[in-house]
T-cell receptor, first 113, second 111 residues
Framework: AQSVSQHNHHVILSEAASLELGCNYS??????LFWYVQYPGQHLQLLLK??????LVKGIKGFEAEFIKSKFSFNLRKPSVQWSDTAEYFC???????????FGKGTTLSVSS | SQTIHQWPATLVQPVGSPLSLECTVE??????LYWYRQAAGRGLQLLFY??????ISSEVPQNLSASRPQDRQFILSSKKLLLSDSGFYLC??????????FGPGTRLTVT
């Protein structure tokens, strides 16, 4: 069965530090890839997505992610985090049938000011 | 613009009681609709999805069922709740294979 792995369960950073959250998926075919973010007390929101084309995608709030097909990876990055980036981050991939998303277990990011 | 509503926001129900959670979408037609359960440290688990009225696919066998009586309405039900049904339930919609948009969720506590 398809799966998504997020390697970091909880990441703690100081403001201005750089961020990279790992995401690997198991299916080798055509997939759409997503990062979602859930700020405390808020809805799950789309951060960025990759469907095709340039493997380096840019999302909201200065986030970006790079799709590396050979590594089945879609890591999320931000050069300088802010306290307001404190949230839970989920990586997701479309299932083989294209009917739904498979989510990783999430990474909690805590940024101290 | 499109919006998605879920209610109730929180619910406390005794074991063995029935359940009905409702989700409605505004501003789009013929969306794909989804029910997920979110558990702390376990991500989101897809429960049901629907590509049209009356068309429901179940991803995980369990004590829950789903129905889609109207194009933009999706209902999650149970005849008899179990303690293990406690959790945070999210409804989402999408157009085709595109990104999914999530509702505010319902926190269900079964006592």
């Amino acid at each position: 069965a398809q799966s998504v792995s997020q390697h970091n369960h909880h990441v703690i950073l100081s403001e201005a530090a750089s961020l990279e959250l790992g995401c690997n998926y198991s299916y080798g075919g055509t997939v759409n890839l997503f990062w979602y973010v859930q700020y405390p007390g808020q809805h799950l929101q789309l951060l960025l997505k990759y469907f095709s084309g340039d493997p380096l995608v840019k999302g909201i709030k200065g986030f970006e992610a790079e799709f590396i097909k050979s590594k089945f990876s879609f890591n999320l990055r931000k050069p300088s985090v802010q306290w307001s980036d404190t949230a839970e981050y989920f990586c997701a991939v479309t299932n083989q049938a294209g009917t739904a998303l498979i989510f990783g277990k999430g990474t909690t990011l805590s940024v101290s000011s | 613009s499109q919006t998605i509503h879920q209610w109730p926001a929180t619910l406390v129900q005794p074991v063995g009681s029935p359940l009905s959670l409702e989700c409605t979408v505004e501003g789009t037609s013929n969306p794909n609709l989804y029910w997920y359960r979110q558990a702390a440290g376990r991500g989101l688990q897809l429960l049901f999805y629907s590509v049209g009225i009356g068309q429901i696919s179940s991803e995980v066998p369990q004590n829950l069922s789903a129905s889609r009586p109207q194009d933009r309405q999706f209902i999650l039900s149970s005849k008899k709740l179990l303690l293990s049904d406690s959790g945070f339930y999210l409804c989402a919609w999408s157009v085709g294979r595109g990104e999914q948009y999530f509702g505010p969720g319902t926190r269900l506590t079964v006592t």
